[in-house]
């Protein structure tokens, strides 16, 4: 896989697509990405006479039925074993593009163009694909990289404030997981005023870090969940958000599970207390407060005890025992998962 950084997505997506490669070219985008994004790659999609399919926007298109009519649109439009998806659009776009592409006639090359600061540095990159199912997220997929991800910052231009920071929770994580100076410059941005050309190379040092972690263990036998650092705690919050009719974006959740995994560290490993006040510190600052009670915790627990990266029935977290030293499959007992809680509550 490789990956393509460029400010002129039109030129350079010719230089990575060389069309003589495929007998037919197809592109994937939802209502959202068909309308802001899709004008920028016009004179590309018209030179290459790609065909252009467009699914619904959001995470309820993220099922079996859109996917079986992607196949569908293919197989009729005459896809082939030596035809070519382009991916263009966030998360929900570049996951279930990638697993049609992986799956139609056992697999054809698809390319990602992300176009949330998400997706960039998250689900266009790393090889998981796949669909939501029987209400579980990303319950079917498949590992299965693209052959290449262009990332083009533009795009970050067309993105609200909170699209900019739930992205950004993800590059905060990558940072915790790598070392201080990468740490230290993340909480150095103004989200509510981006410095566009600062946060375009913050993205690629995102992407490297997470790259380097897949390369070494592409299919999360180990390393590689690490990357769920923040979210055991995330996805619960996530999941008591929904249930109470108040969606949270991805990242939201994620850099509130970040507080929680962090007073964890701190309990259980000795994460410096330093780092995790200054951590904390810009998470409440940019991300607000979740309001949860006690009343909730029981639910919490619920949901954190079935996340689906748990083995045997024991919840496992990945901790740090400081910023860059990543400790796989920890445990924690009730008590402190409650502390923790009681810290993101209060604090
Ligand atoms: N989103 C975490 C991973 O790709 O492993």
Request: glycine content about 8%.
């Amino acid at each position: 896989m490789s990956i393509l950084y460029t400010n002129h997505i039109s030129d350079s997506i010719g230089g990575c697509v060389l069309k003589e490669r495929y007998d037919r070219i197809f592109l994937l985008d939802d209502t959202q990405t068909h309308k802001h994004c899709l004008p920028l790659l016009a004179d590309w999609v018209a030179a290459n006479d790609a065909e252009v399919l467009t699914m619904e926007a959001g995470d309820v298109a993220k099922n079996l039925d859109t996917l079986a009519r992607i196949w569908q649109q293919l197989t009729e439009k005459g896809a082939s074993r030596h035809s070519l998806l382009v991916n263009l659009g966030g998360g929900v776009v570049t996951d279930l593009g990638g697993f049609a592409a992986a799956t139609f006639k056992r697999g054809i090359e698809f390319i990602n163009i992300p176009t949330t600061l998400l997706s960039m540095v998250d689900a266009a990159v790393g090889g998981k694909t796949g669909i939501n199912f029987a209400g579980l997220k990303n319950e079917i997929g498949a590992f299965c990289p693209a052959a290449h991800v262009v990332i083009d910052t533009v795009f970050l231009r067309t993105l609200d404030n909170a699209n900019i920071c739930s992205g950004y929770a993800e590059m905060l994580k990558h940072a915790l997981l790598h070392n201080a100076e990468m740490w230290a410059d993340h909480l150095q941005q103004d989200l509510q005023h981006p410095d566009y050309e600062a946060l375009g190379r913050l993205v690629q040092q995102s992407i490297d870090v997470k790259e380097r972690i897949v390369s070494q263990d592409p299919h999360e036998k180990g390393l590689r969940k690490a990357l769920n650092l923040g979210h055991t705690f995330g996805h619960a919050f996530e999941s008591l958000a929904l249930s109470q009719g108040r969606p949270v974006l991805h990242g939201y959740a994620v850099a509130w599970g970040i507080v929680c995994e962090l007073y964890l560290s701190a309990v259980l490993l000795g994460f410096p207390t330093a780092h995790l006040h200054q951590t904390v510190r810009f998470i409440r600052e940019t991300y607000g407060h979740l309001s949860f009670t006690c009343k909730d915790y029981d639910r919490l627990l619920d949901y954190i005890r079935h996340d689906k990266k748990n083995v045997g029935g024991q919840v496992n977290f990945t901790l740090l025992a400081d910023i860059g030293q990543i400790r796989l499959d920890c445990h924690a007992s009730r008590e402190q998962i409650c502390e923790a809680l009681d810290f993101l509550r209060e604090g």
